[in-house]
């Protein structure tokens, strides 16, 4: 069964960079797209972006010019950075795995979460 | 990108009932349309994907229907453990974009 886990900072300072990595377990991150989500507290699902294996990448485009994503294939990670930070980006971040059929994709399965606090 | 619009933003039901979800597209979509079942500090979690498959081991009270703008996330009689948020989610195009939620509350 696949599972991921979130790790990085709780606590970033306003200007800064975030970074989270995503360990993955259970499987290989062989051949799948991941992806990142973040949720600000009470608030709806925002998609950050997406990494291939291949270090192919696709961001949301209001968030592209601060994102960098990166996958390191042979720890099964991947990783987010989100640079000059602000309140706004205070979120739960989740990463999750892109599954793929049928030209049809969608997430499963997610990570926990981390909480990502941006505050001096 | 492509909006996405859930009605109602929550409803009140009771154990039992009958609970239907709308979900519009600002375009057609085909059916790149996905469901997903959110309880309060969890991760959410995927019910239905392309619109109307189940996903493996989601209760068979769950089911989706539509295409191109509207779809329909139904569950035929409301459990305990459905309270929840539950958010739509399209996969026709990047950036990939969810509805804002539909809350289901206990009566």
């Known amino acids: 069964q696949v599972q991921l886990q979130e790790s990085g900072p709780g606590l970033v300072k306003p200007s800064e960079t975030l970074s989270l990595t995503c360990t993955v377990s259970?499987?290989?991150?062989?051949?799948?797209?991941w992806s990142w989500i973040r949720q600000p507290a009470g608030k709806g699902l925002e998609w950050i972006g997406r990494i291939y294996t291949s270090g192919s990448t696709n961001y949301k485009p209001s968030l592209k010019s601060r994102v960098t994503m990166s996958v390191d294939t042979s720890k099964n990670q991947f990783s987010l950075k989100l640079n000059s930070v602000t309140a706004a980006d205070t979120a739960v971040y989740f990463c999750?795995?892109?599954?793929?059929?049928?030209?049809?994709?969608?997430?499963?399965?997610w990570g926990q979460g981390t909480l990502v606090t941006v505050s001096s | 990108d492509i909006q996405m619009t859930q009605s109602p933003s929550s409803l009140s039901a009771s154990v039992g009932d009958r609970v239907t979800i709308t979900c519009r597209a600002s375009?057609?979509?085909?059916?790149?349309l996905n469901w997903y079942q959110q309880k309060p500090g969890k991760a959410p979690n995927l019910l239905i994907y392309?619109?109307?498959s189940l996903q493996s081991g989601v209760p068979s009270r769950f089911s989706g229907s539509g295409s191109g703008t509207d779809f329909t996330l139904t569950i035929s009689s409301l459990q305990p453990e459905d309270f929840a948020t539950y958010y739509c989610?399209?996969?026709?195009?990047?950036?990939?974009?969810f509805g804002q939620g539909t809350e289901v509350e206990i009566k």
């Open positions: 989610q399209q996969s026709y195009s990047t950036p990939w974009t």
């Open positions: 999750v795995r892109v599954r793929s059929g049928s030209s049809y994709d969608w997430f499963d399965p």
């Open positions: 375009q057609s979509i085909s059916s790149y």
């Open positions: 392309a619109a109307s």
């Open positions: 259970g499987d290989s991150i062989d051949g799948y797209y």
